[in-house]
């Protein structure tokens, strides 16, 4: 059985969907005024592969996250570039859909953007407003926080001990406007020269909080099965999310919460900053490293985990990402020769490992365990390629298996190069030819010709295979 780790109980519980096999979830994406730094890489990465596994074990998907597409931070930028926030958003959200696909992160089924909702979230805060939920201040809207019964029960925290302005989204100013310091903006007044939509209380745009609301509800409905987001928006973020959408729907907003941990950098696991300067993006970093090593690195920490971001980390999953390669190129490899029929006792193995990784992922989308069981069948595969005689139908078998327990983190296995170019061809005969001679020196010379050329070498016991490597 699924189990997730709900934040809301702090403890593990079954997974039982509002409807037999659909996952209604929503995932808080970025706010869009730069390039998406390593740690929303971590976020987007690790609820890709938690709907990855959904979708292996059968489930139908719908996967809404949104885009933050006004706030402060945008309009401050806007105004840097000398642009309009619309066309800033617009740009970062284009950067942000080419940097995830070099990831290979699955195409949300629904990207939302707050500034596509400001009529329904005008109406959403005007039922908070009737419902004595929240009130108007001098153009500005505040939600009434002690008003809601267990404030604060999602952060695990009492009210009073929570801290006015936790969110960087609310600007000290704004306290003399509240009733309470713990109060929070549904609308915020605009300011002169900001972007702004008319409303009942007079120009302004949306608070922070209000557009996952509205967007969530209105794409999942009132109640949906999970929602998700990096754990340092716990508090005030996804806190006051279900605060507003339970007081507006009076309904149970959502079942299970889940929160990825946090990426540090460096070998002294430093939080990252700009101050710091090993504030890294995706969009430099991917100039220099390998996409799908990337993806993997990230992919297989258990979601809940901190990943430690260094060159050597990243190297090693590198190497380990390699080494399953390799594996899936030894046994597509062995396929010339396999001879027809099938292998029970093998096969077995495979569906062995195959339940061991299922009962892995099952454990909360353990995925540190789960990889463990991908290196097994990896090992297995080895092993059974170098067997003088081996069957088609169970290196099929196998290979298929890898290849789809792989594509869990988001990570597909590529087919091995065949031997159908006629001057690699050529170069290999005469260099097993030059062996056979004796002459190691017209061998070796042609080993490092291909090299040069991206061709890596494997003598084997059943002959002289390649694949492609780094020039």
């Not at 600007?171 to 309470?180: G, I, L, Q």
């Not at 809940?304 to 590198?318: C, E, F, K, V």
């Amino acid at each position: 059985m699924l189990k997730v780790f709900n934040t809301m109980t702090r403890q593990k519980e079954p997974f039982e969907p509002i409807t037999p096999g659909v996952v209604n979830m929503y995932v808080c994406g970025p706010t869009v005024y730069n390039y998406i730094h390593i740690g929303n890489a971590r976020s987007v990465i690790a609820f890709d592969t938690i709907r990855r596994y959904f979708e292996y074990r059968g489930y139908q998907v719908k996967y809404v996250s949104n885009f933050t597409d006004v706030d402060d931070k945008m309009i401050n930028e806007a105004r840097k570039e000398g642009i309009t926030v619309p066309e800033l958003g617009d740009k970062f959200i284009q950067a942000f859909k080419e940097d995830t696909a070099a990831l290979n992160v699955e195409p949300a089924t629904a990207n939302p953007r707050a500034t596509d909702y400001i009529q329904e979230i005008i109406e959403f805060v005007q039922k908070l407003v009737q419902k004595g939920y929240a009130y108007p201040a001098d153009g500005d809207v505040y939600y009434r926080a002690r008003k809601f019964a267990d404030y604060g029960k999602l952060a695990h925290q009492n009210i009073d001990e929570l801290e006015a302005g936790a969110s960087q989204h609310t600007a000290d100013e704004e306290t003399d406007r509240k009733e309470d310091p713990v109060d929070f903006a549904l609308w915020k007044g605009a300011k002169p020269g900001e972007i702004s939509w008319p409303s009942p209380w007079g120009a302004g745009r949306p608070g922070w909080h209000i557009e996952c609301s509205v967007m969530s509800t209105d794409l999942l409905g009132e109640t949906f099965d999970i929602h998700g987001g990096g754990e340092d928006l716990i508090f005030p973020h996804h806190q006051n999310e279900l605060a507003q959408s339970e007081a507006e729907t009076g309904k149970p907003f959502v079942h299970y919460w889940l929160h990825n941990g946090f990426v540090t950098v460096g070998d002294e696991n430093q939080k990252m900053s700009k101050s710091l300067g090993n504030f890294v993006t995706v969009h430099d970093l991917l100039k220099t490293v390998d996409a799908r090593g990337l993806r993997f690195f990230m992919a297989t920490t258990q979601y809940r985990r901190p990943i430690q971001y260094t060159q050597q980390n990243l190297d090693t999953a590198s190497r380990n990402l390699e080494r399953l390669q390799t594996a899936y190129d030894n046994m597509g490899y062995r396929l010339q020769d396999a001879e027809a029929g099938h292998d029970p006792k093998i096969e077995q193995e495979v569906r062995q490992i195959t339940a061991d990784y299922t009962d892995a992922m099952d454990d909360d989308f353990n995925v540190q365990n789960g990889v463990a069981e991908v290196y097994e069948l990896a090992r297995l595969g080895n092993v059974y390629a170098e067997r003088p005689v081996v069957f088609k139908d169970t290196l099929t078998f196998m290979r298929q298996t890898l290849f789809n327990l792989l594509s869990v983190f988001g990570v597909e296995l590529t087919a091995a190069a065949t031997l159908d170019d006629d001057r690699i061809e050529a170069l290999i005969q005469e260099r097993v030819q030059a062996r056979k001679n004796r002459d190691f020196q017209r061998s070796d010379e042609i080993r490092e010709q291909l090299k040069a050329q991206g061709i890596i070498l494997e003598d084997t016991p059943q002959g002289t295979r390649w694949k492609k490597g780094n020039s």
